[in-house]
């Protein structure tokens, strides 16, 4: 059973910044894609971020295009969203999510492996 592991969510003011890891001990992961998912209360899971296996492809949502980056480093197993000028919409538990077929998908179906998610709370 393939684990994730997502940490690094909390509270922040809009304006600040925050960093969230997932890390798994399954070293096969380095060759998946690795997501960012959100949801918010009542709202469905929305995606947030891809990265390929390798780094070389990366997507984001258009919500967060030029304040979110993803990466990895694949030499310690771990994903990073690295989160700045958030806004109070950006509220949400954040999940994240492996996909062995790396197809880059933006539909949480397409995500077999799945994080319990952290949560992200941005105050006005």
């Known amino acids: 059973q393939v684990q994730l592991v997502e940490t690094g969510g909390g509270l922040v003011q809009a304006g600040g910044s925050l960093r969230l890891s997932c890390t798994t001990s399954?070293?096969?992961?380095?060759?998946?894609?690795m997501a960012w998912f959100r949801q918010a209360p009542g709202k469905e899971r929305e995606f947030v971020a891809v990265?390929?296996?390798?780094?070389?492809?990366?997507f984001y949502a258009l919500s967060v295009r030029g304040r979110f980056t993803i990466s990895r480093d694949n030499a310690k197993n771990t994903v990073f969203l690295q989160m700045n000028n958030l806004k109070p919409e950006d509220t949400a538990v954040y999940y994240c999510?492996?996909?062995?077929?790396?197809?880059?998908?933006?539909?949480?179906?397409?995500?077999?492996?799945w994080g319990q998610g952290t949560q992200v709370t941005v105050s006005s």
């Open positions: 399954e070293r096969t992961l380095n060759t998946y894609a």
């Open positions: 990265i390929k296996w390798n780094g070389a492809d990366i």
């Open positions: 999510a492996a996909d062995p077929s790396n197809s880059l998908g933006l539909r949480p179906s397409m995500y077999p492996f």
